[in-house]
């Protein structure tokens, strides 16, 4: 797969239990109010609904394994050339 990813999360899902943040602390936070966001490049807080952030190759495993483990469902992995989400609960 050599095309570009972006993950974002979707707060209204997010049960709080952290566990992307414990898979890819690079990617992942929690905030003040208790929820997972992404973090942009440079480290910034992605607080605005459905942002999103590039998926680097090296923690690609990490996000994909937050995906999987997430129990609220709510973390969207797509293709930025189309939009197509590839790991996900959206994903075929």
Known sequence: M???LEVW??????TGDGICVQYAP????LDIDGL?????ADDELLQTPG???????PL????VDS????PGDCIHVR?????VEVYGPDAD
């Open 2 to 4: 050599n095309d570009a």
């Open 9 to 14: 999360i979707d707060q209204e899902l997010c």
């Open 26 to 29: 690079e990617v992942f936070e």
């Open 36 to 40: 997972a966001y992404v973090k942009s």
């Open 51 to 57: 942002a999103a952030t590039p998926v680097l190759l």
């Open 60 to 63: 690609l495993q990490d996000v």
């Open 67 to 70: 995906v999987k483990d997430c």
């Open 79 to 83: 293709r930025v050339s189309d939009s």
